[in-house]
T-cell receptor, first 115, second 115 residues
């Protein structure tokens, strides 16, 4: 299994609170991704990174920011959590681009509940 | 834009039954196609893939053939087991339009196999 950990694994927070989720990899992969999984929507890309300090938005980036100061860590921040951000968040990594038929490896997920 | 449509289920089968999960796609270029599987409480993992027309991906008894003429990538297994119970996601990645970093997922199909 690819070495990907996510922390915390579960979190309950209140509306308006800032929240940071961490993804840590030991594979030295260049690309890192944050997805959210919601019933009826599958997985949707929030942000991704193509190198240290290089990040870009995905399809559902509003209300989220990211940072990557080291190859192994990719942080997702909800500046002011809302109930619509209640979801399961998955981090993924890859060493090459998916468009070339390359696999993304997924972490175990973080279940976030915003009350 | 790119999109993936898969039968939403849930699908409930008896052990040793034949499985088909339909997946069709829309893409601007020549996508790579994937099936990912998510077992309860875990992240997604790659099940199989195909990168060009008429390719057949296979793994663990599952198969899918890349059909460009019907824009389909249906997942099949001849004899399912209880351990195959999971959520199955069809996904694509397209090299064109600058989106070769991302996977576009279908909504997922829950499969339950009863003994």
């Amino acid at each position: 299994d690819a070495g990907i950990t996510q922390s915390p694994r579960h979190k309950v927070t209140e509306t308006g609170t800032p929240v940071t989720l961490r993804c840590h990899q030991t594979e030295n992969h260049r690309y890192m991704y944050w997805y959210r999984q919601d019933p009826g929507h599958g997985l949707r890309l929030i942000h991704y990174s193509y190198g240290v300090k290089d990040t870009d938005k995905g399809e559902v980036s509003d209300g989220y920011s990211v940072s990557r100061s080291k190859t192994e860590d990719f942080l997702l921040t909800l500046e002011s959590a809302t109930s619509s951000q209640t979801s399961v968040y998955f981090c993924a990594i890859s060493d090459r681009l998916a468009g070339e038929g390359n696999e993304q490896f997924f972490g175990p997920g973080t279940r976030l509940t915003v009350l | 834009g790119d999109s993936v449509t898969q039968m939403e289920g849930p699908v409930t089968l008896s052990e040793e039954a034949f499985l088909t999960i339909n997946c069709t796609y829309t893409a601007t270029g020549y996508p790579s196609l994937f099936w990912y599987v998510q077992y309860p409480g875990e992240g997604l993992q790659l099940l199989l893939k195909a990168t060009k027309a008429d390719d057949k991906g296979s793994n663990k008894g599952f198969e899918a053939t890349y059909r460009k003429e019907t824009t389909s990538f249906h997942l099949e297994k001849g004899s399912v087991q209880v351990s195959d119970s999971a959520v199955y996601f069809c996904a694509l990645s397209d090299m064109s339009g600058g989106s070769n970093y991302k996977l576009t997922f279908g909504k997922g199909t829950l499969l339950t196999v009863n003994p």
